[in-house]
DNA sequence: CGATACTCGGATAGGTAGTATCCGAGTATG
DNA sequence: CATACTCGGATACTACCTATCCGAGTATCG
């Protein structure tokens, strides 16, 4: 999995916690995450493309969250940063060998497909339930506050 | 995930079908299924080194299974060729930039990766339920048993 | 008992997707 | 209207997956 998939997930928990009316360029979120600024501007342009966040240009342009925190699963994220392509993919090699038949005999998928296709649906669906609200919660918890301070300080640093 | 899970698991369903005392070298999995032979005996060592396989060189050797087929689960073979290592890396951003705190602050896991982390084990729950033996008897419904016959017979003909 | 032909196992190149970066088009501001 | 700042796509670099080969070892056959 992408490591932009965290980059993302974090970068939405932050814009969740912002006041409506504040955008952050994507150099102020790489500022705060410390990671590289040129690297997640391509990921924040897949999440803006999903619909996720939304872009505002000029002087005080920047990233904000497009719906509410409750209406963005993890799931959509995942999907928007690394594609909603299938993990495992099936190549059909029942049908190669000396043991085919003609393709018409193969109507139903793969039964070995049918079943990584289960699992990842399972993954798929317990991303889905996870919010980026859900995870504001025990994000607040399993720090001390004294971050919430710090980050609401450096925010009024950069937003002067 | 790498094609070679793929491989791996119709090769397990082939050994799982071979009467107890015959062995398929590599070259004839490769055959059967239509893929490259070199690269497939890559993806054998890997079962061979988790104790899903034994190997037996020489003359009459090759390839059989090391566990009775219900004692071999998808995430057995997944675990062996792709390795055990968690889809999701957190890589403690938590702890980077202007608002972190000393490492002490950070006892529990972060939200994030707890929550990516459960998606994934359900997937792996999902994947370690399914064993090769289950697989065995959806692979034989799906298809016309002419299937089985041409491939008792290809065995037939390399056995001689 | 020895030669032989066949097997696995690890070490060695190539290709594709992810990683990292830059500069130009466009916009809200002063 | 000039300006400074933003996003967006086009461009190199890197690591993993893909693909291959040859040597060590063994059961067989003469």
Redesign the pocket.
């Known amino acids: 999995?992408?490591?932009?998939v965290e980059w993302g997930i974090h970068c939405c928990a932050l814009l969740a916690v912002l006041p409506d009316d504040i955008?952050?360029?994507?150099?102020?979120?790489a500022e705060f995450h410390g990671?590289?600024?040129?690297?997640?501007?391509?990921h924040?342009?897949a999440l803006?493309?999903a619909g996720i966040v939304e872009?505002?240009?000029?002087?005080?342009?920047?990233?904000r969250l497009a719906r509410h925190p409750r209406d963005i699963s993890l799931l959509d994220v995942v999907d928007a940063i690394?594609?909603d392509t299938r993990v495992f993919r099936c190549s059909e090699i029942r049908q190669r060998g000396p043991a085919a038949l003609d393709p018409s005999c193969y109507r139903k998928a793969c039964g070995i497909a049918r079943a990584m296709w289960a699992a990842e649906q399972a993954w798929r669906d317990a991303l889905a339930q996870q919010t980026i609200a859900d995870l504001l919660v025990g994000l607040a918890n399993d720090v001390p506050s004294e971050a919430a301070v710090k980050a609401a300080a450096w925010l009024q640093e950069v937003s002067r």
Do not use: T
């Not at 955008?23 to 979120?29: F, H, Q």
């Not at 990671?35 to 391509?42: I, M, N």
């Not at 872009?55 to 990233?63: D, T």
């Open positions: 999995m992408s490591e932009g955008a952050l360029p994507a150099s102020r979120l990671v590289p600024a040129a690297y997640l501007a391509k924040l342009q803006s493309a872009s505002g240009a000029g002087r005080r342009g920047g990233y690394d594609g």
